[in-house]
């Protein structure tokens, strides 16, 4: 059974919910209080899919996120890469020069330092970007605005007194698009594989594990570890390479990290967002 919506964290208007518009326009967005909440709407069919957003350009990974992703059940089959514009949102008529203070998560109030200070514009924290616009426009102050996507405007009837505010122009969130079903077919030319792996407990374990991925010419672009149930000795690794499974390459590379692990999962085989190779050239 179907149900044609795609689940995000956060409210109606949130850059998730902006995420799941550009890479699902035809699926219907559920907002989820909490990430394990969407997870929980895939695996409980109360959604087909789940966007979940792993890593920032300027403020790196998500936290915790890299814990779900393999106790989740679910598989990548999709990233998608959205650009962070922040307007300034403000109930209907409000002139710029009347806005004393702005309203946001704390991430996205820091990445907006220069705009606001111009302005003479106090920061005011807030729960998160969605929401903030959410109470703006609940409040009905034309004194206070709220910093958030321009969809969250949209959605909650504020007016955009100014566009892509943010300090970092190519501030970019990456989000993984995951499913009940894995999807191994080779449906680009560009394929990434994202698994987890703890290695076996034998000395330059982790050495060896990456010797195969650079003697077969595999790019690995992504390495994270983590602790495992509050251990210090238990660590799994999270990585991301680019090939298919089936690439001549990626395969000996990977029957030869099997020596020297304890454990691998294959979390997901999916084509690379466009945006990744702009993202590259950037950095």
Do not use: W
């Not at 514009?85 to 704390?106: F, K, Y």
């Not at 514009?121 to 709220?146: N, Q, Y």
């Not at 505010?165 to 079903?181: A, G, K, P």
């Amino acid at each position: 059974m179907t149900t044609n919506r795609i689940a995000f964290q956060g409210e109606l208007g949130a850059y998730s919910h902006e995420a799941c518009r550009a890479a699902r326009p035809d699926m219907e967005a559920l907002p989820c209080p909490t990430f394990e909440d969407v997870i929980e709407a895939v695996r409980g069919g109360q959604a087909d899919l789940a966007m979940l957003p792993v890593e920032n350009s300027t403020y790196g990974r998500v936290a915790d996120i890299h814990h779900l992703l393999p106790e989740s059940g679910l598989k990548i089959i999709d990233e998608a890469f959205v650009r962070v514009h922040i307007s300034l949102l403000a109930v209907p008529g409000t002139p710029l020069s009347e806005v004393r203070q702005a309203m946001s998560h704390t991430v996205l109030l820091g990445q907006c330092r220069g705009f606001l200070r111009q302005h003479g514009i106090a920061a005011m924290t807030g729960a998160d970007t969605a929401g903030s616009a959410k109470e703006v426009a609940a409040r009905g102050i034309p004194s206070l605005a709220a910093l958030a996507a321009p969809l969250a405007g949209e959605i909650y009837g504020l007016e955009r007194l100014a566009d892509q505010i943010e300090d970092r122009q190519n501030n970019t969130t990456r989000f993984l698009i995951m499913s009940r079903q894995a999807d191994h077919s080779r449906r680009a030319d560009r394929m990434l594989t994202s698994f987890v792996f703890r290695v076996r407990n034998i000395p330059a374990a982790l050495y060896k594990t990456m010797g195969g991925f650079a003697t077969n010419g595999v790019n690995m672009t992504k390495l994270e570890s983590y602790m495992v149930d509050g251990v210090f000795t238990a660590t799994q690794f999270y990585a991301d390479i680019e090939g298919h499974p089936e690439d001549e390459n990626v395969k000996r590379a990977l029957d030869e990290l099997g020596y020297f692990t304890a454990s691998l999962d294959i979390l997901g085989v999916y084509p690379a967002d466009p945006l990744r190779e702009a993202q590259r050239q950037q950095g």
